[in-house]
């Protein structure tokens, strides 16, 4: 990311996993999917851009040979200290990897093209440094959340500075990328407490309310809150909420890899 329009998560670290973890019974069911996707082995080397706190990598770290994540907070790969799981973890930005041209069997991308104003050169850079006939995995999802909350905050999020989600398994396609298969899902419910979102918008949980003022955001808090209170007997108490975890692999299309 540039240091222009790229966000420091630094100030995530505390409390993204609570706001973004996997249900515990759809991390199993995730990361089959994605080994399945990736065709991952034992004897794979594998590389993860935003690694963040290891949502996916600790779980996934299991199924390859071994696991690389990159991050620019630092704060949020400190979270994994303590693991037994071995991930390698450098500070870098995932437009200039600090790494040797073919070093990686596959690449993962997690939930982290939207942050990433200048994705062309990321991708690039993962083009650079997968080995020839590697895969990169694009994952999206993972969390539930009420559906009121995406219409109700729609004018007030900031405009992300990467690829947008709606293009989110389409945009590689226009920079010599090849789909291997079809988007495989893992669908599932899981409970939510609606009101933790009016909670996520006053702590600016999200990156897209990191720049709003708090006036902003506390007339943000209020539409969710009335929509929330309409559409919900009471938001204190937890309902069941549809979530969906997807994942595909791409293959860069030029046989120099460059």
Do not use: C
């Not at 037994?84 to 690449?107: E, G």
Request: glycine letters at 6%.
């Amino acid at each position: 990311m540039t240091n222009t329009t790229r966000f420091d998560f630094d100030r995530a670290a505390d409390y993204y996993d609570a706001t973004r973890g996997f249900p515990p019974d759809v991390i199993e069911p995730a990361m089959a999917l994605t080994a399945a996707v990736g065709a991952l082995s034992a004897d794979h080397d594998l590389l993860e851009i935003g690694v963040g706190t290891g949502r996916v990598a600790l779980p996934l770290s299991p199924r390859v040979g071994s696991y690389t994540g990159v991050d620019l907070s630092t704060r949020m790969m400190a979270v994994m200290d303590g693991s037994t799981h071995s991930i390698r973890r450098a500070q870098a930005d995932a437009t200039r990897l600090p790494f040797a041209t073919n070093t990686f069997d596959r690449a993962l991308a997690s939930h982290i093209f939207h942050l990433i104003p200048d994705y062309h050169n990321a991708l690039a850079e993962l083009a650079r440094v997968l080995k020839p006939e590697g895969l990169l995995i694009l994952v999206l999802g993972g969390v539930a959340r009420p559906p009121e909350v995406s219409e109700a905050l729609s004018g007030t999020r900031g405009k992300r500075p990467g690829v947008s989600f709606t293009d989110m398994f389409t945009f590689l396609l226009d920079y010599g990328w090849e789909p291997v298969a079809e988007a495989q899902h893992v669908t599932f419910t899981a409970p939510v407490i609606p009101a933790d979102a009016v909670r996520s918008v006053r702590g600016r949980h999200w990156s897209g309310l990191w720049e709003r003022s708090e006036e902003e955001i506390e007339q943000a808090a209020q539409t969710l809150e009335a929509a929330l209170r309409a559409a919900y007997e009471d938001i204190e108490e937890p309902v069941a909420i549809e979530g969906e975890f997807s994942a595909r692999a791409y293959r860069y299309a030029s046989s120099s890899n460059v």
